[in-house]
C-alpha cells in the first residue's frame, strides 16, 4: 500500500504564497507520475499540476505562471509552490501518485488532501 502525506496548506492573505509538499512511502518500486489536484465546494476535483517521469510539467492554465511543480521522482517529494494566490485558488488540495509497487502491480493513489484559503 502506497501512502501519499501532504503538508503545507494554510491561510494566506491575496498575492501571498504558500508551498505544498506531498511524500509517497510504502513498497514502491517507481513513481511515474506525480501530481496536484484540487476541489472547491461544489466543484470537481480538477488537475493543478502533474509531473511525470520522464516528462515535462503540465499545468492547468488557470495557474500558468503561477505555480511551479517540482521533485515527485521515485521516493523524493513532490512540491507545489504557488506564488500569486488568488482566492479563487481556495480548495482542497489532493497529491496524487501513479507508479508500480515492488511486486510490480500498479498503483493509482490519494492523499488526505490538505486545505488552502486565499482571503484577506
Known amino acids: 500500500q502506497v501512502h501519499l502525506v501532504e503538508s503545507g496548506g494554510g491561510l494566506v492573505q491575496p498575492g501571498g504564497s504558500l508551498r505544498l509538499s506531498c511524500e509517497a512511502s510504502?513498497?514502491?518500486?517507481?513513481?511515474?507520475?506525480m501530481g496536484w489536484y484540487r476541489q472547491a465546494p461544489g466543484k470537481e476535483r480538477e488537475l493543478v499540476a502533474r509531473?511525470?517521469?520522464?516528462?515535462?510539467?503540465d499545468y492547468a492554465d488557470s495557474v500558468k505562471g503561477r505555480f511551479t511543480i517540482s521533485g515527485g521522482h521515485t521516493k523524493n517529494p513532490v512540491y507545489l509552490l504557488m506564488n500569486s494566490l488568488k482566492p479563487e485558488d481556495t480548495a482542497v488540495y489532493y497529491c496524487?501518485?501513479?507508479?508500480?509497487?515492488?511486486?510490480?502491480?500498479?498503483?493509482?493513489?490519494w492523499g488526505q488532501g490538505t486545505q488552502v484559503t486565499v482571503s484577506s
Open positions: 509531473i511525470t517521469t520522464p516528462g515535462d510539467p
Open positions: 496524487k501518485g501513479v507508479g508500480v509497487y515492488t511486486d510490480f502491480k500498479s498503483f493509482n493513489s
Open positions: 510504502g513498497s514502491i518500486f517507481s513513481i511515474n507520475e
